[in-house]
């Protein structure tokens, strides 16, 4: 599951892990995945077939913006690729 929290007065964006594999956990929170005050992230499958992770970065009006990363599946999580800054969106007004 992804999940947004805070780690050292910053939002992250982290995954969490249910060891029992069932929705009643117990859950195990991951290190963040994405931080410089980053979250509500959702993973989707982009037209040309790559796992991307879409969240608001930083986290704050007027400066929020949509933030894209192609991701990996690792088979038990998802690490982050590369930031896809050329499709970063622009700054809300």
């Known amino acids: 599951m992804l999940w ?3 780690r ?3 939002y992250v964006q982290t995954m969490a892990f249910s ?3 069932r929705l009643h956990g117990p859950w195990r929170q991951s290190d963040p995945i994405v931080g410089d005050d980053s979250g509500h992230g959702m993973l989707f499958t ?3 077939g790559r796992l991307m992770l879409v969240l608001h970065q930083p986290f704050g009006y007027p400066l929020s913006r ?3 990363y192609d991701m990996e599946d690792t088979g038990d999580a ?3 690729l ?3 800054e050329d499709l970063h969106g622009p700054a809300a007004v």
Do not use: N
Request: aromatic residues 10%; without cysteine.
């Open 4 to 6: 947004s929290g805070y």
């Open 8 to 10: 050292d007065g910053s």
């Open 82 to 84: 590369r930031a896809r």
């Open 46 to 48: 982009s037209f040309e």
């Open 78 to 80: 998802v690490r982050v």
């Open 19 to 21: 060891e029992s594999g």
């Open 66 to 68: 949509a933030k894209l």
